[in-house]
């Protein structure tokens, strides 16, 4: 059964880190790209974050742009995200999802999530 | 405000049947496959349609989908309360390099 965990969430106060991990299971986890989406309190999805399967190929929001990391570990299958300089706006749960193309990129498989929440 | 526009909500009695829009433009949905996902309370997003129109295995055939220049729609037949959940459309942004959630439509089954 493919599966996604999410972890490394919790309470941070504003300027502070986190980093978070997806560890997969029951896939080839090295032949996938990989995505974060977060889900603010009571809001619609967004976007974060996006990795090639090796790892050479990323893009970020905007509203994350150099404060937060992608990364992966293809050999302990594990997926990244650092979040430097967090504000109280990226209060929300973390998802990852896995990455697949048809004609298109579509995210057909993804995890629970983790919260973080940014508050003094 | 999402630049893919969503309803924010719609609703149906049970059986009937809905649609739901999500309107882009030439540098997203004009460019790119639609795909679309389902969120019941307190879950995880689930893949509903990929490439504007193909159901993963297990979407049942009441869920359909289709795109036109930059409108994409998704379709929702014989309507079931468990069907109540949010719906999103997403696509890449070829001008903006990043992916787009459409705002969500929320289904209300009456």
């Known amino acids: 059964e493919v599966q996604l965990v999410e972890s490394g969430g919790g309470l941070e106060q504003p300027g502070g880190s986190l980093r978070l991990s997806c560890a997969a299971s029951?896939?080839?986890?090295?032949?996938?790209?990989m995505t974060w989406v977060r889900q603010a309190p009571g809001k619609g999805l967004e976007w974060v974050s996006h990795i090639s399967s090796s790892g050479s190929v990323i893009y970020y929001a905007d509203s994350v742009k150099g404060r937060f990391t992608i990364s992966r570990d293809n050999a302990k299958n594990t997926l990244y995200l650092q979040m430097n300089s967090l504000r109280a706006e990226d209060t929300a749960v973390y998802y990852c999802?896995?990455?697949?193309?048809?004609?298109?990129?579509?995210?057909?498989?993804w995890g629970k999530g983790t919260t973080v929440t940014v508050s003094s | 405000q999402s630049v893919l526009t969503q309803p924010p909500s719609v609703s149906a009695a049970p059986g009937q049947k809905v649609t739901i829009s999500c309107s882009g433009s030439?540098?997203?949905?004009?460019?790119?496959?639609v795909s679309w996902y389902q969120q019941l309370p307190g879950t995880a997003p689930r893949l509903l349609i990929y490439d504007n129109n193909k159901r993963p295995s297990g979407i049942p055939d009441r869920f359909s989908a289709s795109k036109s220049g930059t409108l994409a729609t998704l379709d929702i037949t014989g309507l079931q309360t468990g069907d109540e959940a949010d719906y999103y459309c997403?696509?890449?942004?070829?001008?903006?390099?990043?992916?787009?959630f459409g705002g969500g439509t929320k289904l209300t089954v009456l």
């Open positions: 029951g896939i080839t986890f090295s032949s996938y790209e």
């Open positions: 030439s540098s997203n949905i004009g460019n790119d496959y």
């Open positions: 997403a696509v890449w942004d070829s001008r903006l390099s990043v992916r787009l």
């Open positions: 999802s896995r990455g697949l193309r048809g004609q298109g990129y579509y995210m057909d498989v």
